[in-house]
């Protein structure tokens, strides 16, 4: 069975479904059997999608009109097809980019082999690139990660007011622009430096 999926990004008006569910028709996809969504590609809640992975059963075969319309990025486009050829679901695009893929023949899955490789590598560069970077910070005398909110001056200022009794600690947590974890994190209750406190000190 020919199971179709369509997607607009604006639900204005200003976009029409119109010129993809007259390709999914010349597909042979009947109108019953066809899903959309008028959300954006990057847009996690997509019902209409959900419900077409959903319907799809062993042997049926999804069809899109480009490869866009179903994945939010090639990553998610890469572990959605997997899933479906988990299920013995086939992929079928129509035109664009990956028109040339069709999982049910030798030649379409040979195509997305391709495309899943290269998802495989670009991750694998990033992955190196992030781990070269955190290299070379650390060599400078610098770690990874986001720079911290709590500087030298601020442990200096919760410290001497922590110590007083008078002090709110939301108020505090207010004029430091950190949360109560944070600074309790830095600061102990009396005033007392605790470990991500001398950390900060020792980073001035």
């Known amino acids: 069975m020919l199971v179709g999926y369509m997607r607009v990004s604006k639900s204005d008006g200003s976009q029409t479904l119109n010129l993809q569910q007259d390709a999914l028709r010349l597909a ?9 969504d008028l ?17 799809l059963r062993p042997g049926d075969t ?14 998610h486009l890469i572990n959605t097809v997997q899933d479906l ?13 990956g028109a040339a893929i069709d999982t049910t023949t030798a030649p379409g899955k040979l195509v997305f082999a391709i495309f899943a490789a290269l998802a495989e590598f670009e991750r694998e560069l990033i ?5 070269a970077g955190i290299a070379a910070a650390r060599a400078r005398g610098r770690s990874g990660g986001r720079k911290s909110k709590m500087t030298a001056a601020k442990v ?4 001497a007011a922590m110590g007083k009794p008078e002090t709110s600690v939301a108020a505090l947590c ?3 622009g ?27």
């Open 39 to 55: 959300a954006s590609g990057r847009a996690d809640d997509r019902p209409g999608l959900h419900a077409c992975l959903k319907a």
């Open 127 to 131: 992955s190196e690139r992030t781990r």
């Open 178 to 204: 950190v949360s109560r974890q944070t600074l309790y994190r830095h600061v102990g209750p009396n005033g007392e430096l605790r470990k991500d406190g001398h950390q900060a000190l020792s980073r001035n």
């Open 85 to 97: 050829a988990a299920k013995d679901v086939g992929l079928r695009v129509l035109t664009g980019h």
């Open 28 to 36: 042979g996809v009947d109108d019953r059997a066809i899903y959309d």
């Open 174 to 176: 207010r004029e430091l």
């Open 156 to 159: 200096r200022l919760a410290q």
């Open 62 to 75: 999804l069809v899109i009109w480009k490869l866009d319309r179903l994945g939010r990025n090639l990553r």
